[in-house]
């Protein structure tokens, strides 16, 4: 059974900071690109940031470049994301997802984490 399972979020207030981390278990992710995507309420899912098996393609909503930096450990199957300088509208929940291939569109990706709430107080 694949698995993706975020931990990290939380509350934090605007400029402070938060790293989400992604565990994938129940198959190879050899090859895959792993996104990360945010939802708030009564919006629709947004790409925030991605990244290839190899490192080589990495992209980042306009939103978040500058603040937001997605690294991943292949060894371990594990993606993180780094969140500095947090605003009140990062506020969401943060989904982790894999693509079997470079891709930004989220129907692309097959496989899907639960969620983790990330709330930023002003």
């Known amino acids: 059974q694949v698995q993706l399972v975020e931990s990290g979020g939380g509350l934090v207030q605007a400029g402070g900071s938060l790293r989400l981390s992604c565990a994938a278990s129940g198959r190879t992710f050899s090859g895959y690109t792993m996104g990360w995507f945010r939802q708030a309420p009564g919006k629709e899912r947004e790409f925030v940031g991605g990244?290839?098996?190899?490192?080589?393609?990495?992209s980042y909503a306009d939103s978040v470049k500058g603040r937001f930096t997605i690294s991943r450990d292949n060894a371990k199957n594990m993606v993180f994301l780094q969140m500095n300088s947090l605003k009140p509208e990062d506020t969401a929940v943060y989904y982790c997802a894999a693509a079997p291939k470079w891709t930004t569109y989220s129907r692309a990706y097959s496989y899907w984490g639960q969620g983790t709430q990330v709330t930023v107080s002003s």
């Open positions: 990244m290839s098996w190899s490192g080589g393609y990495t």
